[in-house]
């Protein structure tokens, strides 16, 4: 089934749920000659010329996790759940579909009512099916629980801070962690750096470029002064900032043969850096690029901000000369 239309491709994707339970996961029975012949002449035309262009093993994309051109693969299903019913007509949504009353197979036309009515017979027949072949490998199965015991998902808890043995070393409670990380490997910290060194530190980590001499020089600015003058610096979220448009696939074009220069893709690089300098807590930062189209806004500029934020889904890499248009457009609409 050619997918054309937002209808059709939505359609394919439920197709995993219209066919997946066409026939049952047993082994199929000894099929009488007259079930045989009614397939071949009234069941698999039909499915080779409207379904295995996207549900078969030669298919480019299988939609849905869904393949109809064996018994298993169809027995087995896709991503969605059954679709046929053994000997249940009403039950079986793969009519649902083809008579186009909920999602519609095909999506370019309605199949002519006598080979509805071929389909009904044939589920009515229990759904006979001589192919034979191997169904799709299964969906992996994921436990949500044991992956909400992840560190990272758990919420933030007291802990006791350790015994350190030498109380003059650590200056801040995060020190503490510190040395017990050199006592478990029979480490001892090293000697302090020079000023020079661990201002030269700070710059390139915290804004990516060196200090000038007349900096390296200033002895008088209290390093925690400098640090909190780095963080406040605009080049905080240039040095910082492009980490995350790296991992979001930034670029002013689109790349591939036919490059196409994407004019207004310094709105999100800018979102990006300013979120970085004006320390945007992280949830709402993620949320604006998700959906930042769908937040209320208090001003015009939020509002622009909040749109800006958004090209995050539309970023990467596209080949606009691929042939296949079909595949390009689910491409494009993947990314």
Same mark, same amino acid.
């Not at 997918?3 to 994707?13: K, V, Y």
């Given at each position: 089934?050619?997918?054309?239309?937002?209808?059709?491709?939505?359609?394919?994707?439920?197709?995993?749920?219209?066919?997946?339970?066409?026939?049952?996961?047993? $082994?199929?029975?000894? +099929?009488?000659?007259?079930? &045989? =012949?009614? %397939? @071949?002449?009234? !069941?698999?035309?039909?499915?080779?010329?409207?379904?295995?262009?996207?549900?078969?093993?030669?298919?480019?994309i299988v939609h849905g996790g869904l393949r109809v051109d064996t018994r298993e693969a169809l027995a087995a299903g896709g991503d969605s759940g059954p679709a046929v019913i053994?000997?249940?007509?009403?039950?079986?949504?793969?009519?649902?579909?083809?008579?186009?009353?909920?999602?519609?197979?095909? $999506?370019?036309?309605? +199949?002519?009512?006598?080979? &509805? =009515?071929? %389909? @009904?017979?044939? !589920?009515?027949?229990?759904?006979?099916?001589?192919?034979?072949?191997?169904?799709?490998?299964?969906?992996?199965?994921?436990?949500?629980?044991?992956?909400?015991?992840?560190?990272?998902?758990?919420?933030?808890?007291?802990?006791?801070?350790?015994?350190?043995?030498?109380?003059?070393?650590?200056?801040?409670?995060?020190?503490?962690?510190?040395?017990?990380?050199?006592?478990?490997?029979?480490?001892?910290?090293?000697?302090?750096?020079?000023?020079?060194?661990?201002?030269?530190?700070?710059?390139?980590?915290?804004?990516?470029?060196?200090?000038?001499?007349?900096?390296?020089?200033?002895?008088?600015?209290?390093?925690?002064?400098?640090?909190?003058?780095?963080?406040?610096?605009?080049?905080?979220?240039?040095?910082?900032?492009?980490?995350?448009?790296?991992?979001?696939?930034?670029?002013?074009?689109?790349?591939?043969?036919?490059?196409?220069?994407?004019?207004?893709?310094?709105?999100?690089?800018?979102?990006?850096?300013?979120?970085?300098?004006?320390?945007?807590?992280?949830?709402?930062?993620?949320?604006?690029?998700?959906?930042?189209?769908?937040?209320?806004?208090?001003?015009?500029?939020?509002?622009?901000?909040?749109?800006?934020?958004?090209?995050?889904?539309?970023?990467?890499?596209?080949?606009?000369?691929?042939?296949?248009?079909?595949?390009?457009?689910?491409?494009?609409?993947?990314?």
């Open positions: 089934m050619r997918c054309r239309t937002a209808s059709g491709c939505a359609f394919l994707f439920s197709l995993s749920l219209i066919v997946q339970a066409a026939i049952a996961a047993e $082994p199929m029975p000894q +099929l009488a000659a007259d079930d &045989i =012949a009614f %397939f @071949e002449s009234k !069941i698999r035309p039909v499915l080779v010329e409207h379904c295995y262009e996207c549900h078969a093993a030669d298919s480019k053994p000997g249940n007509v009403e039950e079986s949504l793969l009519l649902s579909a083809m008579r186009h009353e909920s999602f519609e197979m095909p $999506p370019e036309r309605k +199949l002519p009512d006598h080979v &509805i =009515a071929d %389909f @009904e017979q044939w !589920i009515q027949r229990g759904a006979p099916d001589p192919r034979e072949g191997k169904p799709l490998t299964a969906a992996p199965s994921y436990d949500w629980e044991q992956a909400r015991q992840f560190w990272a998902y758990r919420p933030l808890v007291p802990v006791t801070l350790p015994d350190v043995g030498d109380s003059t070393w650590p200056r801040t409670e995060l020190d503490r962690f510190v040395w017990q990380g050199y006592e478990s490997q029979g480490l001892s910290p090293g000697e302090d750096a020079s000023r020079q060194t661990l201002v030269r530190r700070l710059y390139f980590d915290l804004i990516g470029l060196p200090p000038s001499e007349a900096e390296l020089a200033n002895s008088d600015e209290p390093i925690e002064t400098l640090v909190e003058r780095l963080l406040a610096s605009p080049h905080y979220g240039e040095r910082w900032g492009r980490h995350w448009l790296d991992v979001a696939r930034f670029a002013e074009s689109t790349g591939g043969g036919r490059s196409r220069v994407l004019h207004e893709a310094w709105r999100y690089r800018d979102y990006v850096l300013d979120a970085f300098n004006r320390d945007k807590p992280f949830d709402e930062f993620v949320v604006e690029q998700i959906a930042g189209d769908l937040l209320s806004s208090e001003s015009n500029e939020q509002r622009a901000e909040q749109l800006a934020a958004t090209s995050f889904l539309a970023l990467g890499p596209i080949n606009y000369e691929l042939q296949d248009k079909e595949l390009l457009r689910m491409e494009v609409i993947d990314e």
